[in-house]
């Protein structure tokens, strides 16, 4: 079994920045790919970012130099930094990540719990 464990949510004001974390454990081979979504209250969870194995990534428009994914394959955990942030970012934040838990079997994804980000005008 695979557990995620994200973190880093919280309430901001408009301008302000924060750092959220999305830590996998369990048993685990390797990970692909690993990304954000987030669901806004009444909208569809849509995806914010994502980065590959080979540190690849890609972002929603609206987030676009605003908001950073890294990962740390050491400490299986992906990252999304959010500096500017608008009131139209709150939302749900959910991480989700690729695993391979072994060799040959196909990959997986896993969701977190989610977290609450919330921006205040």
């Known amino acids: 079994q695979v557990q995620l464990v994200e973190s880093g949510g919280g309430l901001v004001q408009a301008g302000g920045s924060l750092r959220l974390s999305c830590a996998a454990s369990g048993i685990i081979f390797s990970i692909s790919r690993m990304g954000w979504y987030r669901q806004a209250p009444g909208k569809e969870r849509e995806l914010v970012a994502g980065?590959?194995?080979?540190?690849?990534?890609n972002y929603a428009d609206s987030v676009k130099g605003r908001f950073t994914i890294s990962r740390d394959n050491a400490k299986n955990t992906a990252y999304l930094q959010m500096n500017s942030l608008k009131p139209e970012d709150t939302a749900v934040y959910y991480c989700?990540?690729?695993?391979?838990?072994?060799?040959?079997?196909?990959?997986?994804?896993?969701w977190g719990q989610g977290t609450q980000v919330t921006v205040s005008s």
């Open positions: 980065i590959d194995s080979g540190g690849s990534t």
């Open positions: 989700v990540v690729e695993v391979f838990t072994d060799y040959v079997g196909p990959g997986h994804d896993y």
